[in-house]
């Protein structure tokens, strides 16, 4: 079977600051991978790469059997991304915005996928609403519509339930669970939220000063440091604690 994502040495510097360095891994159908790390560690950098919004300084990235660098237009229509802290326009009501998204998806009729969508995410009641009216939490679920708008095969979620009550972010977690099984989509999810992170993650990949420095399933992770949640191992790597020795990158 061939894998959805496989990324290469990939690398993005910024004059000379090194914002990702080395950084190699892949993630098959159905699987969700976990990107970790603090601020400034590269996730960010990472996600943009692998979706074409930042040219690597070096490495290759390869989604869907496609090279992103040369045949991203057989891509791009297949993915699809979700952060709240992009913003989709304020003067649009949450309608229109997400109907600007599903014409340039081609969606064979657009208000019904919208109508679909504003259903199944439970905000049908705020589609004529200015989106710069909402609160963040509402702005949180209209970004998830936005990027499953398009039925992706690969989604990028960058904090999908920031902003959310514990009941509301409990749903969106089933519903990105029972996407992933109905669909087989490819899930690479950066987030904050550990506990979220040991529920819906497959593998993880622990990044610090733009590299893998450690990788593993929640359960291997957890044991390798002898920890009881995986905040507490987000907190060793972050402090550079392992058995005493200093984190070194993994290849």
Not at 150 to 175: K, Q
Not at 214 to 225: H, K, T, V
Request: glycine content about 8%.
């Amino acid at each position: 079977m061939t894998d959805a994502l496989e990324v290469s040495g990939l690398r993005k510097t910024f004059g000379e600051v090194v914002a990702v360095d080395e950084v190699s891994f892949s993630a098959a159908p159905g699987r969700t991978v976990g990107l970790l790390g603090g601020n400034g560690a590269g996730k960010t950098t990472t996600i943009s790469m692998l979706l074409g919004l930042l040219t690597p300084t070096a490495g290759s990235v390869q989604v869907l059997g496609h090279d992103l660098a040369t045949d991203r237009y057989a891509v791009l229509p297949r993915m699809n991304f979700s952060s709240p802290y992009v913003d989709l326009p304020h003067r649009l009501t949450v309608a229109q915005n997400l109907l600007v998204y599903a014409e340039l998806y081609g969606e064979p009729d657009p208000r019904e996928r919208v109508r679909e969508l504003a259903d199944r995410l439970q905000f049908t009641e705020l589609l004529d609403r200015a989106t710069g009216k909402l609160s963040a939490g509402q702005k949180t679920r209209v970004s998830l519509a936005k990027a499953l708008i398009n039925r992706p095969e690969v989604l990028l979620l960058d904090e999908p339930t920031a902003s959310l009550d514990p009941d509301t972010g409990d749903w969106v977690r089933r519903y990105l669970e029972d996407y992933r099984e109905r669909t087989s989509a490819t899930i690479l999810l950066a987030s904050h939220n550990m506990g979220e992170v040991e529920r819906l993650c497959d593998d993880v990949l622990m990044m610090r000063r733009g590299r893998v420095v450690d990788r593993g399933s929640p359960a291997e992770l957890l044991a390798r440091y002898g920890r009881q949640t995986l905040e507490d191992v987000f907190l060793d790597i972050a402090r550079e604690r392992r058995s005493g020795d200093r984190l070194e990158p993994v290849s």
